[in-house]
């Protein structure tokens, strides 16, 4: 007779709570933090030794950039696939799975040979990320009671937030101790840990008795949109605006874009409820939640860029100049947090969003003589704007909404964030390089024999090069050569600070989504007595 299988039981929260006893709470947090700090890290660690990628492979600040938009994109699209994956596979398989497929991403970015294995290794990585992180806050809520949510998310969330603050540092160490493979090698102990950690702790078996259907035409429209949209942003500005292949490229990103909108309101199963914008005040979070992750990701790029081009500073001092910023957020997000819960939200995200566009204002003043202490304190303004943003807006976007819209409020406010997080990259990666080519075109022009100040220049380089032992022609050369580098490195410096400048303009536009929310906050306070 055939032997039939023997089902294995599935390990709940339950089951797992009698093997562990109460201390199960704390396993769980331990693993959840284990695996999104791997994820959190490898999102921004990366962004200083892009100058040494540059280097090492010949590639432009266009291309390099793909190895932080790609990661943001992917991640971007796979994280609304969280919720299916739980019902059809269970958390642990899931996270499991995808732990795997992030360790084997970080062993191909740090063994790669080629830029385009390099980018594919960052695109695994992020897929692979966009489920661990809202997965792992799953795991966190669903071990702690209702009384002690609120103090469980805040110490997960210090947890989270101290992996990009420190990051960089490592990153930095990393970088000038190994060589910048060993920043894709920096995530696969942690993930290693997490693995072991999921394999135990984690709840096991799918949680839906049937694998649910899932919108997949959304999902397919979404990445079409994200793929077409941001490759015709790059190829643009290397191929022209007016190339043929670009401008269809972003009318099928436009086409995808309004099918997508159109489907989701249609479909009986969304991906992203579209339905909860139409919530008073939520539009207003939602722009605010998409300039947040362009500021924070865009920043973290442009930064250590710029202060290892125009500064010469080492990849350890670039990530150092970040630690401050991110200790002060963490010791401030506790309070402001408080104050979210006593004074209108929308007031407080202004008043980060002020500081933020402060920030950036003063960053685009910065030259190739401002101090290390001086930048520092700038860049700790927009992280202690962040530090007023981030509890403000979570708690005043959700506290927009009905009950039965807060799951739905709460993924697509991180949806939102990451998606303007890979848009922000990108588009200031581009944004720089277009200023960069401007002014090194426009300075350019003025070097010519009748420019006494140029005379004067390439006379000294001349006279520095005899003095080595060159001949005239020899002195000529290394003349021209140093003013092409002068003229090169003054450009980029004015390409930052017009990058810097519009990232300060971009908060000050998002101020208008804080005044959205107090005023949908205020029409639903209205409308409250009514439907009572």
Known sequence: MPVKPVRVMPETTEVLFRRFGPGYRWLAMLTAMSTTISAVLAATIINVAIPDIMGAFGIDQITAQWLSTGFLASMTGTMLLVDWCMKSFGQRATMLFCLGLFLIGGLLGGLSTSTDVLILSRILQGAAAGVIQPMAMVSVYQVFPPEKRGAAMGLYGVGVVMAPAVGPFIGGLLVDGFGWRYVFFAGVPMAMIGILLSSIFLPSGATADERPKFDWIGFGLLV???????????????????????????????????????????????MLQIRIFLQPGFIGAGIISFVLGAGLFGSTYLIP??????????????????????????????????????????????????????????????????????????????????????????????????????????????????????????????????????????????????????????AQIAEMAAVAGLSDVQQAAVATEHLSRAVLLQASQQGFHVSFQASAFSFLI???????MVRGRKRSLAAAPATA
């Open 305 to 458: 860029l710029f202060v290892q081009t125009i500064q010469g500073l080492t990849p350890t001092q670039s990530g150092l100049l970040l630690v401050p910023a991110g200790l002060s957020m963490i010791c401030l997000i506790p309070i402001t947090g408080r104050l979210a819960d006593r004074y209108e939200p929308g007031y407080i995200t202004g008043f980060g969003l002020t500081l933020f566009a402060l920030s950036f204002y003063l960053l685009s003043s910065a030259d190739v003589n401002t101090d290390f202490l001086t930048l520092a304190g700038l860049i700790m303004i927009s992280r202690m704007g962040m530090g007023f943003i981030f509890p403000s807006l979570s708690a005043g976007s959700l506290r927009l909404l009905p009950m039965h819209l807060l799951a739905q409020g709460s993924s697509t406010m991180n949806f939102t964030r990451q998606l303007g997080g890979a848009f922000g990259v990108n588009l200031l990666a581009i944004l720089l390089d277009q200023q960069t080519g401007f002014f090194q075109d426009l300075l350019a022009a003025t070097q010519d024999p009748s420019n006494h100040v140029t005379e004067a220049y390439l």
């Open 224 to 270: 079409g949109f994200l793929i077409s949209l941001l490759t015709a942003f790059t190829d643009g500005q290397i191929d022209g605006w007016q190339d043929t292949w670009v401008i269809c490229r972003f009318f099928l990103a436009g086409a995808a874009f309004v099918i997508f909108i159109w489907w989701e309101r249609v479909t009986p199963l969304p």
């Open 510 to 516: 998002a101020l208008f989504g804080a005044w959205h």
